[in-house]
């Protein structure tokens, strides 16, 4: 929220994912007009429907139950969020999601993510999300539909260079977030034209 209020007054805000909404509580404080929360399941937008109904703040609240890959939306909001959901995005797709809210921003639009360094091979986090990823690569194989959620994806610096592929400045800030999420990191991408 402090980063975002930084930069000045925010007409509007869309937060990718949006789950239950506690982006859009983060947000609607600090947009004038329009907080737009998009998510693939209905469940998560009827929680998040009752728990950002008494946000503070006077911006219009609205949840679309659409998928992060075909985002309805042309030049429309000055700041995207996404906290906590890119390891629902295979690697495949992470190009078209980028690129859908690329288009979804006004110009000098930023996005706003949380990601993380790639943990050295030998630490016991890159070997715990290793054993996760496998067990639900496992668990897709056998069940259907399956289920995408995988950690270490979207990390530094790939991340960042596919940002820039997409027509976006870069801002890497570490160091901003206390334990137990010390390890995460702030990624502002500035939408160019």
């Known amino acids: 929220a402090t980063l975002i209020a930084a930069e000045g007054p925010t007409r509007s805000a869309l ?10 509580e983060m947000l609607r404080p600090l947009c004038k007009e329009r907080v737009v929360g998009v998510d693939i399941s209905q469940g998560m937008i009827q929680v998040g429907r009752q728990k950002v109904a ?17 985002l309805p939306f ?12 890119i390891g629902h995005i295979l690697p495949a797709d992470q190009p078209k999601f980028i690129e859908q809210i690329h288009q979804s921003l006004l110009p000098g639009g930023r996005l706003v993510l949380l990601t993380a360094h790639a943990p050295p091979w ?24 399956p289920f995408i959620m995988y950690y270490l994806t979207f990390l530094l610096p790939a991340a ?19 334990e137990p999420w010390q390890d995460l990191c702030l990624l502002v991408a500035r939408k160019e034209s």
Request: with cysteine; proline share 2%.
């Open 15 to 24: 937060d990718v994912c949006c789950g239950t909404g506690a982006g859009m």
């Open 54 to 70: 008494q946000a503070p703040g006077s911006a219009t609240i609205e949840f679309l139950r659409v998928d992060a890959l075909d």
């Open 74 to 85: 042309q030049k429309e909001f000055d700041v995207a969020v996404c906290f906590g959901a």
């Open 122 to 145: 030998n630490s016991w986090r890159y070997w715990l999300s290793r054993s996760f990823n496998a067990a639900m690569h496992l668990r897709n194989w056998f069940v259907s539909p």
């Open 160 to 178: 960042a260079d596919l940002l820039t592929g997409q027509g976006f400045s870069v801002t890497i800030l570490d160091d901003v977030l206390q």
